[in-house]
Structure formats: structure tokens, C-alpha cells
């Protein structure tokens, strides 16, 4: 049963948060290689969603997992661990348990004509209800009294009963040689004592009869404590596949209002495992991505500023020459105009004149890189020095079609 749990466990925390359509309208073909970016939605996608994972934090860690990790007291987390604790919300209730010493009393004992120590587990320090740490009721149960060979001192027990904050025990048993040792989960580490269990009708029992009771007695308290973790495993798996079914509600909404805001229509096409696909390539090498993408305006900016070039508008005042820009097809209405200067390494972005003509501050002798978007979505780029003096600059760029242009091809024409 365990085996199970777990398995579905893994399952629902592998599973990754889907749109509910699943009708595929787009096939991701792009790979490592030749990613490029669609539009700037992926530098969104973090500040829409990551706040969602952190609304629902829930803590996957399973009943073993638990005990093992000295950050918990039985089942729940130690308060000091916890990245928040809101006073009076869900989460402050779960993390309430406190530490609580060896809940038992010193008792004296008689078996076989021997006298013992011994400790009464079964005996309560505290109120049922009170959040401090306890045995489990099945450990008090069916052990209730137990006899450490080793330290047959009352004062060497009462000191073991005041020595460790408790937050967990185990009991293990050794049928070869009918041994029993109590593990003590501390706030450090775990300690283990040699005990043995003792009963009154022991006296009348022989050493096969009593090994044979040890025997059952120990795979009582297995089948229990078996049970307790298949419940709080079943139950926990419970509440974790409805907290994700309310995570995936707001994110779902999400997605709907994220696609309107910054994808562009390519993307929309996709389905949101392909989009998710194509983020994540993305996000492995982006440098990579931009170099391959279309030189929009602002992946085109990200690009400049990698490479060093800064924003400038001292190029559009002042004016000293007027540009007038045309295409070896003829008049092609510019739409969008980068002027670049190479010497100094700073950009402009010049608004579009009437005519495709531009009224530019050149400095004669520096080398300028022109990157033009027409209309119709075509690029350019023209590389020059300017003329000292000279009031008019007529200069002719061939076309690239959408489709051919990347930044890493518009960077080697235009020498960046």
C-alpha cells in the first residue's frame, strides 16, 4: 500500500499544470539551436505565475520522510524551519507542536526473582489534548513498561528522563536475539537504548514462551504503526491533489488573461505544453534565442546593451544633414528607423519624416550602422560614414524579408 502512495505521489507532483483545452492548434519544431523569440511574454510569464506556487505551499514530505528529518516533531514541521507563520491562518494551527521530555515515570519491578529499574510509558505527564510530544498511544499500549539493562541506577534514569527534548521514537527488534532498542529522535540526532518489555505473567513464562510474546508483541505495534502511516500518507495525498486542483483553477484563469496581454499570435496557436516547451529553450540559452529572433525594438535593445552600445538621443538634435533613405525596389515607407553609431557605440531611435526623409546630427568621420523596418516588414541596414559638410545624404538599403532577417544576421551586416 505504501509502494502505491508513494508512486501516485510522484505522479501528482510531476504532473505539470496544463491549460484544460488540449487541442493542438500549433507543434512546437523548434529546438535548442534554433530557438528565437516570439514576443517578450516569456520575460513576463515569471511575475503572472510564481507567486501562485507560493500561495499554495504544501508540504509533500511523507510520514518516513518525516521521522527521518530532524527538522520535524512527529508529523509536523518545527516552527524555526517555517519561511512564514501568519498568526491564526491554516498553517499556524499544523505547526504548533512543541518538544516534550521522556513522558514516563521510574518504577520498580520484580522478574524472576530479580529486582529492576524500570520506565512506565504508559504514564501521562500531560493532558491528551496539550500539542507537546507523547508516545504514540499503540507504543504506551502494548510495551507500557520498559527495562534498560544498561542502566540500572534510578539516578542514571531519572537523568535520561530529563537529558532530551523529544520529537519522535522508533522501536526495532532483533528476533535472533530476542532484543528490543528504543530510537529517540531528538532535536539533533537520534539515540538508541537496549530495553527489554516486561510484563507480570512473564514470571510463569519460560525463555521461548517470552521470545514468542516479544515476537507477537513487536509485530503488533508494526501492523499499528503501519496503519498510522498509511493514513497520514492517504490523507496527505488527499489534500495535496486538492490543493492542486485550486492552483490549477487560478492558473488557468491566468493563462487566458496572459495570452491576451503579451503573446503574439504565433504563440496563442500553440498549446500550453508547447508554449511551456518553448520557454524553457528559451530560458537554457537567451542569448541564443535573441540572436535568432527578429530585431523588434526591445529584444533588439536587450541585444545593444549585451554588446555594450547605450541609448542616446544626441544624434536627433541639432540637426546638420537631412537623410533621405529609399529602397533598391523603389519607395518603401519606413516604419521604424535605428541609427547606430559604431565609433562611439551608442544608438538613436529616429521617428519617421515625411517622404522616408530624416533630419539627423552626423558627426563627419564617425562610421554609422542604419537598421530600417518599411511598413510592409521588411529590414535593412545600411553602413556608412557621412561626408563632412554635406547638408543632404541620399542612401539606398536592400530589402531582407521578415522571414530571412534574425539579429545575429542584421549584427553581421551591419558590423556589431
Not at 546593451?305 to 541639432?318: A, I, K, P, Q, T
Request: with cysteine.
Amino acid at each position: 500500500m505504501r509502494i502505491i502512495l508513494s508512486i501516485l505521489l510522484l505522479f501528482i507532483f510531476s504532473f505539470s499544470l496544463k491549460a484544460q483545452d488540449t487541442t493542438q492548434h500549433y507543434t512546437l519544431q523548434f529546438s535548442s539551436s534554433n530557438i528565437k523569440i516570439l514576443s517578450d511574454a516569456y520575460l513576463h510569464y515569471g511575475s503572472n505565475f510564481n507567486d501562485i506556487y507560493s500561495m499554495f505551499r504544501y508540504d509533500s514530505t511523507l510520514f518516513n520522510e518525516r521521522y527521518n528529518d530532524t527538522c520535524y516533531i512527529k508529523t509536523t514541521l518545527r516552527r524555526e524551519f517555517l519561511s512564514t507563520s501568519r498568526k491564526g491562518e491554516l498553517g499556524d494551527y499544523y505547526y504548533s507542536m512543541e518538544y516534550g521530555l521522556l513522558p514516563a515515570k521510574i518504577i520498580r519491578v520484580k522478574l524472576k526473582n530479580e529486582k529492576f529499574w524500570a520506565l512506565d510509558i504508559g504514564f501521562r505527564k500531560f493532558k491528551e489534548d496539550e500539542e507537546v510530544y507523547q508516545f504514540d498511544e499503540f507504543t504506551s499500549r502494548i510495551f507500557d513498561v520498559l527495562i534498560f539493562p544498561n542502566m540500572q541506577d534510578k539516578k542514571e534514569l531519572k537523568e535520561f528522563l530529563d537529558k532530551y527534548e523529544i520529537a519522535d521514537h522508533r522501536i526495532y527488534y532483533d528476533a535472533l536475539t530476542n532484543s528490543f532498542e528504543l530510537e529517540l529522535k531528538t532535536k539533533d540526532n537520534f539515540i538508541r537504548k537496549t530495553f527489554f518489555p516486561f510484563y507480570p505473567k512473564m514470571e510463569d513464562m519460560n525463555d521461548v514462551e517470552i521470545a514468542d510474546m516479544n515476537y507477537e508483541k513487536f509485530k503488533e505495534y508494526a501492523i499499528e504503526l503501519s496503519r498510522k502511516e498509511d493514513k497520514f500518507n492517504r490523507d496527505h495525498i488527499k489534500n495535496l491533489a486538492r490543493v492542486k486542483r485550486d492552483q490549477q483553477k487560478i492558473y488557468d484563469r491566468r493563462w487566458k488573461n496572459f495570452q491576451k496581454l503579451y503573446m503574439s499570435d504565433e504563440e496563442r496557436r500553440m498549446s500550453q505544453e508547447d508554449w511551456m516547451a518553448y520557454y524553457h529553450l528559451i530560458i537554457e540559452d537567451e542569448f541564443r534565442a535573441v540572436m535568432n529572433s527578429e530585431p523588434k525594438k526591445g529584444l533588439f535593445d536587450r541585444y545593444l546593451h549585451e554588446m555594450g552600445y547605450r541609448l542616446s538621443e544626441m544624434d536627433l538634435v541639432n540637426p546638420n544633414t537631412n537623410l533621405s533613405l529609399k529602397s533598391e525596389k523603389g519607395f518603401g515607407l519606413i516604419d521604424e528607423l535605428i541609427l547606430i553609431n559604431l565609433s562611439k557605440m551608442y544608438y538613436a531611435y529616429a521617428l519617421n519624416a515625411v517622404a522616408n526623409n530624416y533630419q539627423l546630427n552626423f558627426t563627419s568621420g564617425d562610421r554609422y550602422a542604419l537598421l530600417i523596418k518599411t511598413k510592409t516588414g521588411e529590414y535593412g541596414v545600411i553602413t556608412t560614414s557621412i561626408p563632412e559638410n554635406k547638408e543632404l545624404v541620399e542612401l539606398e538599403f536592400k530589402a531582407i524579408s521578415k522571414d530571412l532577417v534574425s539579429i545575429e544576421m542584421i549584427s553581421k551586416k551591419a558590423g556589431l
